[in-house]
């Protein structure tokens, strides 16, 4: 009986494994491609190994309107759409955590509720609005609508990590005399790190692979965002310069990398404000 038990978990155990296994797999295999193809001469849809090291896919796309103009295009929407998603998300979610209201969850809901709404639903409005209001083809304008959508989510997720923050803190901050504001920038957000890094990582991670709403919003080539720009190796009848394509891919990837590196510590941290209240 014991016998048939471990053989039973033994092969459950296994089945589990291979599952993991395929589904890591899965995700695997493209990024091994990007790898491969972006310094193989003769890069095509297979993963293969390269017939042979090269770096002149880099080389060919490593050009201002190419590759360095569409990448600072993108810094910019979306560094500015974060900075503003963040500000905008702390401040609201402030209320929502520590003042107890009748509204409070029929707001939360609809916040909920607004997260599902698929953006091409309401591309048409915005972009009649924005034509009405003279933000289409503007840096300004695309960065706005950013932060809006983005909003939502992040308000949410930034009232449940605001509420991990003991309001006794911020009570002993008053009593010194500080206002509600400075104790939500001097106590509350440097308290929430890991909070404040998962918003931060969400909503530029977001921004940074949306190709719609740029592509909607900005009509001016040279404003055009890199998650656009790839489009453009994307050539006539068919033709794709797989190498090409793969070497921008990898560029195009480093900044989220880089922003993931900065954050981790954060993103792996805890409150541990356990014994901050006591006494």
Wanted: proline share 6%.
């Amino acid at each position: 009986m014991a016998s048939t038990l471990a053989t039973r978990r033994t092969g459950r155990r296994l089945a589990a494994d291979t599952g993991l296994l395929v589904a890591a797999a899965a995700f695997a295999l493209p990024l091994v491609w990007v790898i491969l193809s972006s310094v193989d001469p003769q890069a095509d849809l297979r993963v293969k190994a390269p017939d042979g090291i090269t770096l002149d896919n880099f080389d060919a796309i490593l050009k201002p309107d190419i590759t360095f103009t569409p990448l600072l295009n993108s810094l910019i929407l979306c560094g500015g759409g974060t900075l503003l998603t963040v500000v905008c998300a702390a401040l609201a979610a402030y209320p929502l955590s520590r003042f107890r209201s009748r509204l409070n969850r029929p707001f939360l809901l609809t916040i909920l509720f607004a997260t599902s709404l698929p953006i091409t639903a309401i591309m048409v409005p915005v972009y009649a609005l924005f034509v009405q209001v003279d933000l289409i083809d503007t840096m300004q304008g695309t960065i706005l609508f950013f932060a809006a959508s983005q909003l939502p989510f992040s308000i949410w997720l930034m009232k449940n990590f605001m509420d991990g923050v003991p309001k006794e803190l911020e009570e002993a901050a008053w009593t010194d005399g500080a206002s509600p504001m400075q104790s939500l920038v001097r106590i509350v957000l440097p308290l929430m790190g890991p909070g404040v890094a998962v918003v931060t990582v969400f909503s530029f991670v977001t921004m940074w692979g949306n190709f719609f709403v740029p592509f909607m919003l900005l009509l001016t080539p040279d404003q055009m965002p890199a998650s656009v720009s790839i489009n453009e190796f994307f050539g006539n009848r068919g033709m794709v310069a797989y190498g090409q394509l793969a070497a921008f891919s990898v560029i195009y990837s480093t900044p989220v990398i880089l922003l993931y590196v900065l954050v981790a510590r954060r993103l792996g941290g805890g409150f541990a404000l356990g014994g901050a209240v006591k006494g």
